[in-house]
C-alpha cells in the first residue's frame, strides 16, 4: 500500500513535469509543414508523410524494417522445436471457413489499394502490410495451411526482401555520386514504389510470422481445455 | 483553446497512467501493457502538439508512424521472450522484482 502511494505521488510529479512542459513550450523555430510543402514537388510522391517516410527521413523507415526483422529473428531462434500443424491453431469454425473465402479477396484487394495510395493520400507500405498479416492470421485461424512457410528459404527471402530492395537502391544512389538513400529526382516516384512494393511483403510476412512463430504450448491450460471438449 | 489542444493533454493523461501501471505491477503482461500504454501517450502527445493551431505537420505524424511500427515489433518481442520465460521458469515475473 505504501509502495503504491509512493508510486502514484512520483507519477503524479513526473505528470506534473510533463504538463509544465507542454504549457511552456517555446515556439518552433523551424517551419516544418512550410518546408515540407515547399519540398514536396521535388520528393517523387504527393503525400508529404509518404515523402517523410522514404525519401526525407527514409534512414528511419530502413531501420524500422531492420528493426522488424531482429524481433523476428529472435522469434524464430526461440520457438520449441514443435510440429506445427494448421490444425492445432484452427478453430473448427466452418462460418469462419466460409467468411474468409469472401473476405480474402477483399482484403488483398484494400492491400494493393492502400500500397498504390500511399503516393497520394494517407496508406503506404505499412497500413498495406498490416492488412496483409491480418489475412493470413485470419486464414491460420480458419485453419488453412499457407504451404509457403513450409519452405525456409522461401520465408527468409520474402523477410529480407523489403530491406534488400530498400539498401539497394540507396546504395546505387551511391555510385551516382548522391549521399546514401537519396533518391535522383527523376526516378524518385518509381523507386520510393518499389521499396513500398518490397517493403509491403516484407513487413506482412514479418508481422504474420510473428504470430505464426508463437502458437499455444502443448501443455497450455486453454489447448488441454480445448482438446478436452474435442475428444468429447 | 482549441479542440486540438485536447490531444496532448490526453496524452500527458496516458504517459502518466502508464508510467503508473509500469512501476506499480509485478506481472510482466501487465508491465508490457502498461507500457505500451505509455508509448501511446507519447505518440498523442507529438501528434497533438503537431497539429495544435497550425496546419498539420507531416514530419511528427511520419515519426509517429515509425514509432508504430518500432513498439509493434518490440511488443511482440518481449511477449515471444515473455512465453519463453514462462515456459522455463514458470513465473510470470521476474525474480528481482519480488
Known amino acids: 500500500m505504501r509502495r503504491k502511494l509512493a508510486a502514484a505521488l512520483l507519477c503524479l510529479l513526473a505528470g506534473l513535469a510533463l504538463a509544465w512542459a507542454l504549457v511552456d513550450r517555446p515556439e518552433p523555430v523551424v517551419d516544418l509543414p512550410r518546408q515540407a510543402a515547399a519540398a514536396l514537388p521535388s520528393s517523387g510522391v504527393d503525400h508529404a508523410v509518404t515523402a517523410v517516410l522514404l525519401d526525407w527521413r527514409s534512414f528511419d523507415t530502413l531501420l ?9 529473428l529472435v522469434a524464430l531462434a526461440l520457438r520449441e522445436a514443435q510440429p506445427d500443424s494448421p490444425d492445432r ?15 480474402l479477396p477483399l482484403m488483398l484487394l484494400v492491400a494493393g489499394y492502400l500500397l498504390w495510395a500511399g503516393a497520394h493520400r494517407p496508406g503506404g507500405a505499412f ?9 493470413g492470421v485470419l486464414l491460420r485461424l480458419a485453419g488453412v495451411s499457407l504451404s509457403g512457410f513450409e519452405r525456409p528459404w522461401l520465408l527468409r527471402t520474402g523477410l529480407v526482401l523489403g530491406g534488400a530492395v530498400f539498401l539497394t537502391a540507396g546504395t546505387f544512389a551511391l555510385f551516382a555520386g548522391r549521399p546514401f538513400l537519396a533518391w535522383p529526382e527523376s526516378a524518385a516516384g518509381a523507386l520510393i514504389l518499389l521499396v513500398e512494393i518490397a517493403l509491403t511483403v516484407s513487413i506482412g510476412l ?4 510473428l504470430f505464426r512463430l508463437t502458437p499455444p504450448y502443448p501443455d497450455d491450460p486453454g489447448v488441454r481445455k480445448a ?6 | 483553446m482549441s479542440v486540438a489542444a485536447i490531444y496532448p493533454w490526453v496524452g500527458i493523461l496516458l504517459c502518466t497512467l502508464g508510467l503508473f501501471g509500469f512501476v506499480v505491477h509485478r506481472h510482466l503482461l501487465r508491465r508490457l501493457l502498461a507500457f505500451n500504454i505509455l508509448g501511446s501517450g507519447s505518440f498523442l502527445v507529438l501528434v497533438g502538439l503537431a497539429q495544435d493551431g497550425r496546419e498539420a505537420d507531416p514530419v511528427p505524424q511520419a515519426l509517429v508512424l515509425t514509432g508504430i511500427v518500432v513498439a509493434v515489433a518490440s511488443t511482440a518481442l518481449a511477449l515471444v521472450l515473455f512465453r519463453r520465460w514462462y515456459r522455463v521458469s514458470g513465473q510470470a515475473s521476474l525474480p528481482e522484482d519480488v
Open chain 1, 64 to 72: 524500422e524494417v531492420m528493426v522488424l526483422l531482429v524481433a523476428v
Open chain 1, 89 to 103: 491453431m484452427g478453430l473448427e469454425n466452418p462460418l469462419l471457413r466460409g467468411v474468409m473465402s469472401w473476405l
Open chain 1, 127 to 135: 497500413q498495406a502490410g498490416a492488412v496483409l498479416a491480418a489475412a
Open chain 1, 206 to 209: 514479418a508481422l504474420l510470422s
Open chain 1, 227 to 232: 482438446e478436452a471438449e474435442g475428444d468429447r
